[in-house]
């Protein structure tokens, strides 16, 4: 079976600092992992896809993970948050027929 | 539009009643997907059509719960004899082929009350 563990509930960081999202994945096959971001009453976006390519990906926004097998991690990064970075942020795992698979959410504070 | 669309945003009901959520998916896209996502928590899979064969309905959390596609483009999930333990927001992705890997695209979602 393939999970997902969000490793934060919720992260406070200050404008213009590192942002640090951490995400643990359980599969018995190579999975294709995803980052989505939800804002309030929004659906969700895709910010990032790793579909066992390069293991560093880069994603919208200035969002990156990296893809770490011996760690089985996935953590999403960014350099310097932003104010409108503030959402709900999900650690996904596509399932053999495509179905996803969410983590609980780490919700991202940023302060001023 | 461009994007996956879902009416409406939002819907109270009384216990006891039947509720029917519309999806329109982006135009082309093979897969639709239904998901729940109860307050505070991430989405949950509900069930799977590829066109307008519904493939996987394992997620389906009783038998008050009904989902078509018959055309292959438009879905909607019906929710019979509501409880309150249905209340959450309902969400509907489409992507354009199948299989893993695949980006699904989200729509704003149904936010359900039942009273």
């Known amino acids: 079976a393939q999970s997902v563990t969000q490793l934060d509930s919720h992260v406070s960081v200050s404008e213009g600092t590192p942002v640090l999202l951490r995400c643990n994945y359980s599969?018995?096959?190579?999975?294709?992992l995803f980052w989505y971001v939800q804002h309030p009453n929004k659906g969700l976006q895709l910010l990032l896809k790793?579909?066992?390519?390069?293991?560093l990906v880069k994603g919208i926004n200035g969002f990156e993970a990296e893809f770490k097998k011996s760690e089985t991690s996935f953590h999403l990064t960014k350099p310097s948050a932003h104010m409108s970075d503030a959402a709900e942020y999900f650690c996904?795992?596509?399932?053999?027929?495509?179905?996803?698979?969410f983590g609980q959410g780490t919700t991202l504070q940023v302060k001023p | 539009g461009a994007g996956v669309s879902q009416s409406p945003r939002y819907k109270v009901a009384k216990r006891g009643q039947d509720v029917a959520l519309r999806c329109d998916p982006i135009?082309?896209?093979?897969?639709l997907f239904w998901y729940q996502q109860a307050l505070g928590q991430g989405p949950e899979f509900l069930t799977y059509?590829?066109?307008?064969?519904?493939l996987d309905k394992s997620g389906l959390p009783s038998d008050r719960f009904f989902a078509e596609r018959p055309e292959g483009s438009v879905s909607t999930l019906k929710i019979q004899r509501t409880q309150q333990e249905d209340s959450a927001v309902y969400l509907c992705?489409?992507?354009?082929?199948w299989g893993g890997g695949q980006p699904q695209h989200f729509g704003d979602g149904t936010r359900l009350s039942i009273l």
């Open positions: 059509f590829q066109n307008e064969a519904q």
């Open positions: 790793y579909t066992s390519a390069a293991t």
């Open positions: 135009s082309g896209h093979v897969s």
């Open positions: 996904v795992v596509s399932g053999s027929t495509g179905k996803l698979i």
């Open positions: 992705a489409s992507s354009r082929g």
């Open positions: 599969s018995s096959y190579s999975p294709s």
